[in-house]
């Protein structure tokens, strides 16, 4: 029986961490797949504020951890995927066991929240990423910020061809968060309202699922006119511009008031980054009202007790919820169709080598979100 040749190690450019804030583009190796491995030349890669932090990590790091790619070579126990398949990557890949998989809370699995790296694919000890000859670590098990990744199948979501990568790739981080976080975690349901402040990529893709779950009142808020501009073409109803001089937010806190009946809105969700506007969306929901930060801030802020009055909920979603079985394939569907816009909300594309620029572009607000683009 004539054997097929088997795939050889491909060297990929990459963006390497050094864990002491700054990277390097240089070449690394992947090896071939192992029987239960996927190999993805990589497309298009999102770039997100988790890149910059992953500058600290204990490095050194292949960074990156949203992309999207074709698939270049498979192990010969994948049986679900073949060579040339579009597919988006997945950060968060629920072990399936756990008790938090368990109680359904597959964000918050806990061999996951572990970095356990046989989720992604075998540990850098094994070798399936070597730089300068030595095993290297991957933001995530990914490093999507490569021109090649090795994965396990369960990392991956079938892309339809018709649906740009450019675009696809950002569903799996900023927007699975945004969209879910009105979905799966606030549950917004039809006619409620929904305030949100900060209308950058996450935000806005607060303010889109709001849309499709059917809200009534949308409010964006934020500090400039052009953002909320495009919020209001991705479905918000209302925009609130805030001003830097309105340090107790006692006029944005009215203008929503009024905005909502006097009661406060349904929803309210923050998005900007800002440790220091953590509690702010619970100053602007009505009494039992939910409140969420998907900043994921780590900051010291002080909260006077009298803002949780009375049975407001305080949420810090982790990845929307996500469900990756559930959630990708339907954010890909109305990504197809239309419902979920993507095209807008990508505003810069860039070489990987301009990945310095993507990072100073995104950390001084200038894109909604960022993508690097290879080939
Ligand atoms: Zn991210
Ligand atoms: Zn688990």
Redesign the pocket.
């Known amino acids: 029986m004539p054997t097929l040749p088997s795939p050889s190690p491909r060297t990929a450019l990459a963006a390497i961490a050094d864990g002491a804030g700054a990277f390097v583009i240089e070449p690394v190796e992947v090896r071939a797949p192992v029987p239960d491995e996927v190999r993805v030349r990589l497309k298009a890669a999102g770039v997100c504020h988790t890149d910059h932090a992953s500058l600290h990590w204990p490095g050194p790091l292949v960074m990156g951890h949203e992309g999207a790619g074709v698939i270049e070579a498979v192990g010969e126990a994948v049986t679900d995927f073949a060579v040339g398949q579009p597919v988006l990557l997945n950060w968060a890949i ?5 008790a ?2 368990a109680r359904g809370n597959a964000p918050l ?4 929240l572990a970095r356990d790296a046989s989720l992604g694919t075998s540990a850098a000890g094994s070798g399936h990423t070597l730089w300068n000859g030595r095993p290297i670590e991957r933001s995530f098990n990914l490093g999507t910020f490569a021109e090649y990744t090795l994965v396990r199948p369960e990392a991956l979501t079938p892309l339809p061809p018709e649906l740009p990568l450019a675009q696809a790739c950002i569903l799996g981080c900023g927007v699975m968060t945004g969209v879910g976080s009105a979905i799966n975690i606030a549950d917004v349901q039809p006619g409620e309202s929904v305030a949100v402040v900060g209308c950058g990529g996450v935000g806005l893709s607060v303010i889109q699922g709001a849309r499709l779950a059917g809200a009534g009142r949308i409010i964006a808020i934020d500090l400039h006119q052009a953002k909320l501009d495009r919020a209001r073409e991705l479905g918000a109803t209302d925009c609130i511009v805030a001003s830097r001089g309105d340090t107790d937010h006692q006029a944005l806190i009215k203008a929503v008031l009024a905005l909502t009946g006097g009661r406060g809105a349904d929803h309210a969700f923050e998005a900007t980054g800002q440790a220091a506007l953590s509690f702010l969306p619970l100053r602007l929901v009505r009494d039992g009202g939910n409140a969420l930060q998907l900043s994921g801030s780590h900051g010291e802020v002080t909260v006077p007790m009298p803002w949780f009055q009375w049975n407001k909920r305080y949420l810090t979603p982790l990845y929307g919820g996500c469900v990756p079985d559930r959630d990708l394939p339907r954010l890909i569907d109305w990504a197809l169709s239309g419902a979920l816009e993507l095209a807008s909300m990508v505003d810069a594309t860039y070489r990987l080598e301009e990945l310095r620029a993507a990072l100073d572009d995104m950390l001084a607000g200038r894109t909604t979100k960022g993508v690097v683009l290879f080939d």
Do not use: D, K, N, V
């Open positions: 629920p072990c399936g066991r756990c938090q998989c699995c806990e061999r996951t």
